[in-house]
T-cell receptor, first 113, second 114 residues
Framework: EPEVTQTPSHQVTQMGQEVILRCVPISNHLYFYWYRQILGQKVEFLVSFYNNEISEKSEIFDDQFSVERPDGSNFTLKIRSTKLEDSAMYFC???????????FGPGTRLTVL | QKEVEQNSGPLSVPEGAIASLNCTYSDRGSQSFFWYRQYSGKSPELIMFIYSNGDKEDGRFTAQLNKASQYVSLLIRDSQPSDSATYLCAAPTYSGGGADGLTFGKGTHLIIQP
């Protein structure tokens, strides 16, 4: 079963600006996730989203971050007032019920200048 | 705080040999484990998952789980140059199921030498 798609593939923004990263499911998935990976570091869990609500969130996912599924399709991660240290790859993932596993999208590279 | 530990490598293995990748975890209550492969600049790709003690085989890949020792491994038989990548070990962070947010290790960089 295919994974999700993500847009944009690369986003460049100025420090202090807001960015919205998008995840588009191929079919009607229920569980979605956002992870990030700072260059050279490990993949870190940010938040999980189930049935249009946050299910779990990590310590990284502070008030600067928010998630929503505004149109019942796209799943978005909003980062308010970006900082230099927000530069990273951001991955969306979806849960596969049949195998109880997660599949990752191609990612969005966020560069904060 | 759940921890997943991996040797970052690089691990260099001759083509055709068996590559052995190891992972330890801190939470004795962890029930499921996942191996992802990540090529440079790409997203993690799921290659194996294991829930029960013992071995699980899928093609050239074998995952091994020893819950008593809190140890997970991945064996790659007949290693190919295309297997050169970073291999990530992951475990659910909270409740223990695969729908949980995952805690990843730092990954082991594997190099298959032609």
């Amino acid at each position: 079963e295919p994974e999700v798609t993500q847009t944009p593939s690369h986003q460049v923004t100025q420090m202090g600006q807001e960015v919205i990263l998008r995840c588009v499911p191929i079919s009607n998935h229920l569980y979605f996730y956002w992870y990030r990976q700072i260059l050279g570091q490990k993949v870190e869990f940010l938040v999980s989203f189930y049935n249009n609500e946050i299910s779990e969130k990590s310590e990284i996912f502070d008030d600067q971050f928010s998630v929503e599924r505004p149109d019942g399709s796209n799943f978005t991660l909003k980062i308010r007032s970006t900082k230099l240290e927000d530069s990273a790859m951001y991955f969306c993932a979806r849960w596969d019920r049949s195998t109880d596993t997660q599949y990752f999208g191609p990612g969005t590279r966020l560069t904060v200048l | 705080q759940k921890e997943v530990e991996q040797n970052s490598g690089p691990l260099s293995v001759p083509e055709g040999a068996i590559a052995s990748l190891n992972c330890t975890y801190s939470d004795r209550g962890s029930q499921s484990f996942f191996w992802y492969r990540q090529y440079s600049g790409k997203s993690p790709e799921l290659i194996m998952f294991i829930y029960s003690n013992g071995d699980k085989e899928d093609g050239r890949f074998t995952a091994q789980l020893n819950k008593a020792s809190q140890y997970v491994s991945l064996l790659i038989r007949d290693s190919q140059p295309s297997d050169s990548a970073t291999y990530l070990c992951a475990a659910p962070t909270y409740s223990g199921g695969g729908a949980d947010g995952l805690t990843f290790g730092k990954g082991t960089h594997l190099i298959i030498q032609p």
